[in-house]
């Protein structure tokens, strides 16, 4: 935990081999946070725990943002990996990368299943207007879908309480359905 701290202030103050020695001692950790996040995503998708840490991790080090503690780089990598999985989704919808087509496995075959990649961009667009209106809800949602955090680590993160973050999270959840039902997304 020190140790981390320290890196995070060698990079803060420019030193080039610091951010070397971050990942070491986060990796493992970034890892368990893309692995729960892509058990929500299809079937069959090709990204990988590994290859998402990976893109995350060279889109913080590349931005040369400085971070004030492991909750503060723990919340900007939650936030690479979700724009990772939207910019993903996005590109998939692309009519160049096969648009309209689904794939099917015939023998897992489910005809009521929600279309994954239009819920994610559905989120996404729900979670701006959020953003917009509760900076500190959409956080909590962030850190809690896309970083797989709980709520006692996510309001640790953001330096609130346990209560604030739950009363967030329960405020979060009920905006974020009714906008999505108005949309009409994850219904076919």
Partial sequence: ????????????QGD????????????????QLAAR?????PAGQTL???AL??????????????WNSRGHFFSAAAEAMRRILVEKAR????????????RLDLDD????GPAVDEDLLALDEALVHL??????AAQVVKLRFFAGLGVEEAARTLGISVRTANRHWTFARAWLFQQLRQTGAGEE
Wanted: hydrophobic share 35%.
């Fill in 48 to 50: 990988q725990p590994t």
């Fill in 91 to 102: 590109r998939k919808q692309r009519l160049r990368h096969g648009g309209g087509r689904k």
């Fill in 1 to 12: 935990m020190a140790e981390l701290a320290r890196i995070l202030s060698l990079i803060e």
């Fill in 131 to 136: 953003e917009a209106e509760e900076p500190t």
């Fill in 109 to 112: 075959l489910d005809l009521t």
């Fill in 16 to 31: 080039p081999q610091a951010s070397e020695k971050l990942l070491p001692l986060v990796y493992q950790e970034l890892r």
């Fill in 53 to 66: 840490v990976h893109e995350a991790y060279l889109r913080l080090v590349d931005e040369g943002q400085c």
């Fill in 37 to 41: 996040r892509l058990t929500h995503e």
